[in-house]
């Protein structure tokens, strides 16, 4: 096993590697970037790294200084976590060549499930269903033209290069198809440097449903079952649960057999996600294979009792699996909710700043992987999530009753956050019916505002906030006779009132 | 003590008497029994009315922050050039002679002396916070007539630093 471990990584998920790496006796590593000196994940690691200014490129996408880092702490292993450069190939290679670890798939198979495309033929090659479509990017409007005779309309624009939902456009009509295409391309092009487009048919209100795999170093492979990850904003993932409400035992043995299969076929190793779409008749499509822990992990953990992360670093260091898919299965039901510092109003537009006060829930069935506490700030130059709120109970309808209470207890003051709009969420009739898909959000919540407060509780509120002010020495008679506001006399009231 | 709240640019009043651990609050001409304690600087538990209620404070610029149970309240400073303000400020003849601290932070210089004259835009007093130097300055021709703070200190939002007594104002009522 390995002695140490460097985590290229920050916020959340790097405190949750480092758990991991405590409690299997491994000291961690930490790199930080200027931004982020006083962030949690500095103070929870054994030893620090500086890496250089804020900006991603110069420190947590900068691959040399990742390398230096570990080779200055004498680091074996380095763990990626999600985001920056956790699926990207060359840091896998590069890290190979260091004689560093990878705590990941390695380079080869990170290209080929990378390359949206070529994973598409991969699993086609095997027999397994792809959502129909080019098999390649198209150069020629001509060629694109030709997909959508056998595709038909709707069809979606999407950056074969890319993820995180930009690139894609929905086209409905032979009308708009020329211009969305450029409008994919050039979204393609600034956000992955590549502007290689294809069509592919599109889905009204499908399900999005994946499977968690792990794979290890003797050809092992078993899936952890699913996760529901319907709600979306922006195309990204807001609240996640597991087992999926719309999957019986038949669909979902035949569906995990086939992440299998797709990640023995691309000879995958180490923790992964195959994700499908699920239509309304319960077909399901492969959609691709993110290489990676994702941000949503705890989930499965919850429901299936493995701690991922820890098997990610066992199967790195060679370690077999110490279970068989027949060993496997899933106990109650666990939802999560993501924590950004979005303002829902706003259309999720990220608003960093001052946290000047965050609490927490907790209880029984309750986590919170929190990058966050009182007094940290949010800087602009990273992703905005701050903590992942996740819960298990016996049931979806206890677990949702148990989010709706955890989420109650959640208080962040300072700035924009997701709280207030996932209580909505997880309170709504269709979530609790188990009837999500993937545009839920705009279907229920466009132009969604936070409620107004409680006006029962406005004298409560008023009492508190005089309360609040500070308590300072009482001043002299002249000042206190000068007052004129209250809020001249901040920081004076004492008992008895005028100036004691 | 009296205080003073825009909520939702409505205009609240709070009276709070303090009698050992309770309070007596008069909150807009109602009157409040109520027990309170301060559980830190930000928590705050109230019983009244026969309920127990858990309230969230903080407190940044001239806003109080203040959340209860999942409502959230803005509290507001109302600002000294509202309508009503400035008519009291007239009646009054005076002015705005307190120095405060804008949010909490440290004092890392401290200009003038009991005593000093300073004239409109001299620094009195610098405060760091949100690794920000806020300048404190005169906003009139004025006299030093005390210093609450020195460099070094940590101040809390709306702490006063300085008092200033106009300098045509001549001695004090």
């Known amino acids: 096993?390995?002695?140490?471990?460097?985590?290229?990584?920050?916020?959340?998920?790097?405190?949750?590697?480092?758990?991991?790496?405590?409690?299997?006796?491994?000291?961690?590593?930490?790199?930080?970037?200027?931004?982020?000196?006083?962030?949690?994940?500095?103070?929870?690691?054994?030893?620090?790294?500086?890496?250089?200014?804020?900006?991603?490129?110069?420190?947590?996408?900068?691959?040399?200084?990742?390398?230096?880092?570990?080779?200055?702490t004498g680091a074996e292993a380095v763990h990626p976590g999600y985001g920056f450069l956790a699926e990207n190939p060359r840091f896998a290679a590069r890290c190979e060549e260091a004689g560093i670890t990878f705590i990941g798939p390695d380079a080869r198979a990170l290209a080929l499930v990378?390359?949206?495309?070529?994973?598409?033929?991969?699993?086609?090659?095997?027999?397994?269903?792809?959502?129909?479509?080019?098999?390649?990017?198209?150069?020629?409007?001509?060629?694109?033209?030709?997909?959508?005779?056998?595709?038909?309309?709707?069809?979606?624009?999407?950056?074969?290069?890319?993820?995180?939902?930009?690139?894609?456009?929905?086209?409905?009509?032979?009308?708009?198809?020329?211009?969305?295409?450029?409008?994919?391309?050039?979204?393609?092009?600034?956000?992955?440097?590549?502007?290689?487009?294809?069509?592919?048919?599109?889905?009204?209100r499908p399900r999005h449903v994946e499977f968690q795999v792990l794979a290890d170093r003797h050809g092992n492979a078993v899936h952890l079952f699913e996760r529901e990850c319907s709600i979306q904003r922006r195309h990204q993932k807001i609240v996640e649960e597991t087992p999926s409400p719309a999957i019986g035992p038949e669909l979902r043995a035949r569906m995990g057999e086939t992440a299998v299969a797709i990640i023995r076929a691309t000879h995958y190793t180490n923790a992964g996600t195959v994700e499908f779409l699920l239509d309304e008749d319960g077909r399901y499509y492969f959609l691709e294979v993110n290489a990676r822990i994702q941000v949503e992990h705890p989930i499965t953990e919850m429901v299936v009792g493995v701690d991922l992360v820890r098997r990610q670093i066992a199967v790195a260091a060679g370690e077999p699996l110490p279970f068989r898919q027949?060993?496997?299965?899933?106990?109650?039901?666990?939802?999560?909710?993501?924590?950004?510092?979005?303002?829902?109003?706003?259309?999720?537009?990220?608003?960093?700043?001052?946290?000047?006060?965050?609490?927490?829930?907790?209880?029984?069935?309750?986590?919170?992987?929190?990058?966050?506490?009182?007094?940290?700030?949010?800087?602009?130059?990273?992703?905005?999530?701050?903590?992942?709120?996740?819960?298990?109970?016996?049931?979806?309808?206890?677990?949702?009753?148990?989010?709706?209470?955890?989420?109650?207890?959640?208080?962040?003051i300072g700035i924009p956050t997701t709280v207030e709009f996932l209580r909505e969420v997880i309170a709504h009739p269709e979530f609790a019916a188990g009837r999500t898909h993937t545009h839920f959000i705009e279907q229920h919540f466009a132009g969604w505002k936070p409620r107004p407060p409680d006006p029962a509780l406005l004298e409560v509120a008023l009492i508190a906030g005089a309360l609040a002010l500070p308590e300072t020495a009482p001043p002299s008679g002249a000042a206190q006779r000068r007052a004129l506001t209250p809020w001249q006399t901040v920081g004076r009231w004492a008992i008895g009132g005028e100036g004691r | 003590m009296e205080y003073e709240f825009n909520v939702d640019g409505k205009r609240h009043r709070v009276a709070l008497e303090k009698k050992g651990g309770a309070i007596s609050a008069v909150v807009d001409g109602s009157r409040i029994e109520a027990d309170v304690a301060r559980l830190s600087p930000n928590a705050i538990s109230i019983l009244a009315g026969g309920r127990s209620y858990l309230a969230h404070c903080a407190i940044e610029g001239r806003t109080i922050h203040v959340v209860?149970?999942?409502?959230?309240?803005?509290?507001?400073?109302?600002?000294?050039?509202?309508?009503?303000?400035?008519?009291?400020?007239?009646?009054?003849?005076?002015?705005?002679?307190?120095?405060?601290?804008?949010?909490?932070?440290?004092?890392?210089?401290?200009?003038?002396?009991?005593?000093?004259?300073?004239?409109p835009g001299d620094i009195l007093v610098v405060v760091e916070a949100m690794k920000m130097e806020h300048e404190m300055r005169a906003e009139f021709p004025a006299v030093v007539e005390k210093v609450h703070v020195r460099a070094g200190q940590q101040v809390d939002a709306f702490q006063p630093l300085v008092e200033l007594r106009p300098a045509d104002a001549g001695a004090q009522p």
């Open chain 1, 326 to 412: 027949e060993d496997l299965g899933q106990r109650g039901h666990a939802i999560e909710c993501r924590i950004y510092a979005e303002d829902p109003e706003a259309g999720f537009l990220p608003r960093p700043g001052r946290i000047l006060f965050a609490r927490e829930p907790e209880g029984p069935g309750v986590r919170c992987d929190s990058g966050i506490c009182s007094g940290a700030t949010v800087t602009p130059y990273y992703d905005p999530i701050l903590a992942k709120l996740i819960v298990h109970a016996e049931d979806r309808e206890a677990a949702r009753r148990r989010m709706a209470a955890a989420l109650d207890g959640y208080t962040i």
């Open chain 1, 114 to 204: 990378g390359d949206k495309v070529a994973s598409r033929k991969t699993a086609a090659s095997i027999g397994v269903p792809i959502i129909p479509g080019m098999m390649a990017p198209g150069r020629e409007m001509r060629e694109f033209e030709l997909a959508i005779r056998e595709i038909g309309y709707p069809a979606l624009v999407k950056a074969s290069g890319g993820g995180g939902g930009k690139g894609m456009h929905v086209v409905r009509s032979a009308r708009d198809l020329e211009e969305k295409i450029e409008a994919g391309r050039r979204e393609a092009r600034s956000a992955f440097g590549d502007d290689s487009v294809y069509l592919e048919k599109y889905l009204e």
């Open chain 2, 68 to 119: 209860v149970g999942a409502s959230r309240f803005v509290l507001e400073e109302p600002r000294t050039d509202d309508a009503l303000g400035a008519l009291k400020d007239k009646a009054a003849g005076r002015i705005e002679g307190t120095v405060k601290a804008p949010m909490p932070g440290q004092v890392t210089k401290v200009n003038v002396a009991e005593g000093a004259e300073v004239q």
């Open chain 1, 1 to 72: 096993m390995f002695r140490k471990i460097l985590v290229a990584n920050r916020g959340e998920i790097a405190l949750r590697v480092m758990r991991a790496c405590r409690e299997m006796g491994i000291a961690t590593v930490a790199v930080y970037s200027a931004a982020d000196r006083e962030s949690r994940h500095v103070q929870a690691a054994d030893e620090a790294v500086f890496l250089g200014p804020p900006a991603p490129l110069e420190s947590y996408l900068n691959i040399e200084a990742l390398i230096a880092a570990a080779r200055k």
